[in-house]
């Protein structure tokens, strides 16, 4: 009997070896598959998370964004397709240098998702002073345009064949009415595609307004200015490529010095240029019909603070801000009018000044060359990452980097004061003003003009002189509750 157990014993052990083996191998295989599921399943949540943060709460993310380190290439999903029987097609043309068409681009995505229309992919201006040629598609990643707004609005890449001037059909062309409410649009442009199937707006330079506009409409704005838009990846390469360089050699000022002959012929801004120079501009102002000014009187608007300043009145703000000798200054700017004559003082007073032709081998710069809206990107790209910016003028792109500044955490931006800081320095020229008056009036003048969070100014009716949206898009960073934590309850910033 103890033997015939003990055999049965053995067979029971036999069997029940491999048993164990395999519910072992199994629970091993379910343990694998249960962490298998939770990380895919985590990494799907943070994606998610980071994506909608990114959307509409920057300043989550504002401290790991600023640097405009290139971060690793990464697809997100495809964002669910809006569902909506569109009224038609709508085609723009856009005027303007890069980030005046940048923010054109902005508005038109807006209004087409307001119409419910489908949006062909925007016509970049070439016939203006830069006559640059370049295409949407070679600035901007369009595929990441399109698919990143498609909860949105359709866009196409363009008009069905049917639309075709060849095959006899003439689009009607209008420029719509500049600083336009919601109302607008909705009144008396949305009929019109009641007979015509497409419309072409030829012009789209500030046409929706600042302000009055609703909060969903405005965030589609911002949407557009910080998500859609993004440059192409050989723009975008060489851009982390300057941000890296410039870096590595410590904290850098971006000095969009905006003293180039498109802006001094156009502005009639002639202080500092020989009498040859000024009859240079002038004729050149005339040469352009759309520069509508031709008899200016430069120093009048000067006066006014309303001309961009020298290079050499740069090097005497930039001291009396307290910048020292070893400040490293990125000139985020084309070709300065004069040359390196005129960059002499400015050059003594910071040697370490750089551009980006002498950070980059000429054979890089070689694609861009003859592409000023190309060679634009790159400069906006090194501001935005700049430790400090800096615009001599508040052109389209001082404005449009402002924004962005403001929207990757309040980065600091020094917005001068040219009308004050001009008769400072004319006091300082004629011997009335001592340099440490001067120095500690400069500084008094701008402790308020940092890029600080402030409430967007509002003039009623008086769109041209209030703040730009694009200059505080205060709707993309803050809402409701939000807004007066950051911004101050009860900051009024109406004016009438």
């Avoid at 002038?282 to 019909?289: E, F, V």
């Avoid at 402030?454 to 200059?471: G, L, N």
């Amino acid at each position: 009997m103890e033997v015939a157990r003990s055999e049965s014993g053995l067979r029971s052990e036999k069997i029940a070896a491999p048993v164990a083996k395999v519910i072992a191998r199994t629970k091993r295989l379910q343990v694998w598959f249960i962490r298998v599921c939770s990380s895919i399943l985590l990494w799907t949540c943070l994606v998610q998370l980071l994506t909608v943060g990114e959307l509409w709460h920057p300043s989550f993310m504002a401290n790991t964004t600023v640097s405009l380190v290139k971060p690793p290439h990464h697809p997100l999903p495809l964002l669910p397709l809006r569902n909506y029987s569109s009224n038609g097609y709508l085609k723009v043309s856009c005027n303007g240098g890069l980030n005046q068409m940048r923010s054109a681009i902005c508005d038109m995505v807006a209004v087409a998702r307001l119409l419910n229309l489908t949006l062909v992919v925007p016509e970049l201006d070439k016939t203006s002073f830069w006559a640059d040629n370049s295409t949407f598609e070679e600035i901007f990643d369009v595929k990441h345009f399109i698919d990143s707004l498609r909860d949105e609005v359709r866009i196409v890449r363009r008009l069905p064949k049917r639309f075709n001037s060849k095959y006899g059909y003439r689009v009607f062309e209008m420029p719509p009415i500049s600083w336009s409410q919601e109302k607008y649009y909705l009144q008396q442009i949305l009929p019109l595609f009641s007979k015509r199937k497409v419309l072409h707006f030829n012009k789209t330079d500030a046409r929706l307004a600042n302000n009055g506009i609703s909060i969903d409409l405005q965030k589609v704005r911002c949407r557009v200015n910080f998500q859609a838009l993004k440059f192409t990846p050989e723009i975008e390469s060489l851009g982390y490529k300057l941000v890296r360089i410039l870096k590595e050699r410590g904290p850098f000022v971006a000095l969009h010095l905006r003293y180039e002959m498109d802006m001094l012929a156009f502005s009639g801004c002639t202080h500092g240029c020989t009498k040859e120079e000024a009859k240079e501009l002038k004729h050149l102002r005339y040469a352009y019909p759309w520069w509508r000014d031709k008899e200016i009187v430069s120093e009048e608007r000067r006066s006014h603070g309303l001309c961009p300043l020298t290079p050499e009145e740069a090097a005497l703000i930039l001291l009396a801000l307290g910048f020292d000798k070893d400040t490293q200054i990125y000139i985020a700017a084309g070709e300065i009018y004069g040359s390196e004559r005129r960059l002499a003082v400015l050059r003594a007073a910071y040697p370490r000044i750089v551009r980006k032709e002498m950070l980059l081998d000429p054979g890089e710069l070689q694609q861009f060359q003859n592409h000023s809206s190309q060679m634009a990107a790159l400069d906006f790209m090194v501001s935005i990452a700049s430790d400090t910016f800096i615009p001599t003028y508040d052109g389209n792109m001082a404005k449009v980097v402002e924004g962005h500044r403001r929207y990757r955490g309040f980065k600091k931006t020094i917005l001068l004061d040219r009308k004050r800081l001009v008769e400072l320095l004319d006091l300082h020229q004629n011997g009335t003003l001592p340099w440490n008056e001067l120095a500690a009036a400069v500084r008094s003048a701008h402790e308020k003009r940092m890029g600080q969070p402030t409430r967007r100014r509002v003039i009623a009716d008086k769109p041209k002189e209030e703040d730009y949206f694009y200059a505080n898009p205060q709707e993309c960073f803050c809402e409701g509750a939000n807004c007066d934590d950051l911004l101050g309850p009860g900051n009024s910033s109406s004016i009438r």
